[in-house]
């Protein structure tokens, strides 16, 4: 059970400590947040609503830990995520079983979360290694007009405390993928998890106060947004905010202060299929990519955008295997389960209505039970329907008929969103072209979007994200070059 054994002293009676300083906190608010399991509606965790002292605290005791951290060898810092790492695999059940009752997230997809942030430390600590290990040198004779009398020596240096906020879908996967880079880089790190999966976020940390890290190093500070999100983001002390979110990202980037952000915002994904394309393939990749975990992921397929010859047959293949997809609770890891909350529920709702109203073809029954939404798909969506334009999270997906690939193109382009595309085709050639024209951060060729391997790049455009994500490319956001120059007398080239 989560909280017993090994992580009994992360909790206070019925209720999750945060973490500060290297320890367990009660908050002084006496005050805690509930967390509803999606599947039953009700209360199933409490963690503290820490105050704006508690937080203020936090950061402090990051600050003073980071100096040290910055002076630790690399290889140690390496080996502690190393520990971390394999502490997290042991204990995978435990923090799995929270992502069932918190997001209900389907138990092998809860387990492989968590195997899968293991490795994402590992590989850190490897690359970090190299990634941080090497340096350049400069001297500065190769520039016109300068004798060689400047030896430049540049290095990477941590930027201080940086600020983690993941969202729900992956709160410990996404944690991690924001906490290791910083750490292997010399930084600290507070970290604010989303209510829904503060508690496997909770375990997680304890896997790193496990592993030993030093105190003050590491924070998990619990809490509503509205009390201490502000103030976490705005906090002076704060040199770096990496956040996966929505619009709530959008509201950071102009609030806080001069600081780098590293941002992965929402998404509209657009499945481009040309007539020429595998229609099996295009099918089984439209399936997983729109339906897994009830379509609650910021790569999921969100709009196909089909070619009217090959649609009807599509469509067909489509609704085939929907049918074959099992709907229930997620400890029985049915391939859909429950929306996170009521109110996401609320809102798909709205989209399907809206599209009811204006004339889309409903290939199933749409049905609703709670959170718990069957999976839909409609067909002959027109661009005036919300669905068309907007980002459901959730098992619902609409399909465009369109009469070429410049009109796909385009409906891809309007959107103010530009994370991840795909484009199905037997032609390499009219592949890389509708690459290069699809206004999005990647662009997945015969495959649905997707996220990982976690060490690739990955960013979006437009208000889908600022800056880069991947190992080293998170390595390289929370550092800085630092520049030392010697400089030597001109010299003489008088022979003797």
């Not at 009660?26 to 609503?49: D, E, L, W």
């Not at 002292?53 to 402090?60: G, L, P, Q, T, Y």
């Not at 959008?250 to 590293?262: V, Y």
């Amino acid at each position: 059970m989560a909280g017993s054994g090994t992580f009994a002293e992360i909790i206070d009676g019925d209720v999750f400590n945060y973490y500060s300083n290297g320890q367990w906190n009660k908050s002084s608010s006496g005050k805690f947040v509930p967390i509803i399991n999606p599947t039953s509606n009700k209360i199933h965790f409490k963690v503290q609503a820490c105050t704006q002292e508690e937080v203020n605290k936090a950061i402090e005791s990051a600050k003073t830990a980071q100096k040290l951290w910055a002076k630790t060898p690399l290889w140690k810092r390496a080996e502690l995520l190393h520990k971390a790492a394999a502490i997290l695999k042991e204990h995978k059940a435990p923090i799995a079983e929270c992502l069932v009752k918190e997001i209900a997230k389907p138990a092998k997809d809860a387990v492989t979360e968590v195997v899968r942030s293991g490795d994402l430390v590992s590989y850190c600590a490897e690359e970090g290694v190299r990634v941080l290990g090497e340096g350049k040198f400069l001297v500065s004779d190769s520039f016109p007009g300068n004798e060689r009398t400047k030896y430049c020596l540049t290095s990477k240096i941590p930027l201080g405390v940086v600020l983690a906020i993941p969202p729900f879908n992956y709160p410990v996967n996404l944690a991690v993928s924001k906490i290791a880079p910083a750490l292997i880089s010399g930084n600290s790190i507070v970290l604010k998890p989303p209510t829904q999966g503060a508690v496997a976020a909770l375990h997680m940390v304890h896997c790193f106060h496990l592993a030993g890290f030093p105190k003050g190093l590491i924070s998990c500070v619990t809490g509503k947004g509205s009390e201490i999100g502000d103030f976490l983001t705005m906090h002076p002390d704060v040199n770096c905010i990496s956040f996966t979110g929505g619009d709530t990202g959008i509201a950071i980037s102009k609030k806080s202060a001069m600081i780098p952000l590293q941002m992965e915002l929402g998404g509209k994904d657009a499945c481009i299929v040309l007539e020429d394309a595998d229609l099996d393939l295009v099918a089984a990749n439209i399936v997983k990519g729109g339906f897994s975990y009830s379509g609650q992921r910021c790569t999921a397929v969100k709009v196909a955008l089909v070619m009217k010859s090959v649609a009807d047959t599509l469509v067909k293949k489509i609704n085939d295997k929907v049918a074959k997809l099992t709907v229930g609770p997620p400890e029985d890891d049915c391939d859909i389960t429950p929306v996170v909350t009521e109110s996401s529920a609320n809102f798909i709702e709205e989209l399907v209505k809206d599209a009811k109203e204006k004339g889309a073809t409903f290939c199933q029954e749409y049905k609703r039970k709670g959170n718990l939404i069957w999976p839909l798909l409609l067909d002959n969506v027109g661009a005036n329907m919300r669905i068309a334009r907007e980002e459901p999270f959730g098992p619902v997906l609409p399909v465009i008929r369109i009469n070429s690939v410049e009109e796909g193109i385009l409906h891809c382009n309007s959107s103010n969103f530009g994370l991840q595309g795909c484009v199905f085709t037997k032609d390499i050639n009219k592949a890389m072209l509708v690459s290069d024209a699809m206004e999005t951060g990647t662009v997945q060729i015969n495959s649905a979007p997707a996220r990982g391997p976690d060490h690739f790049p990955f960013q979006g455009l437009k208000d889908s994200g600022i800056g880069s994500q991947g190992i080293t490319n998170s390595i390289n956001m929370m550092t800085k070059v630092k520049t030392t120059i010697i400089n030597l007398p001109t010299p003489s080239y008088t022979m003797g």
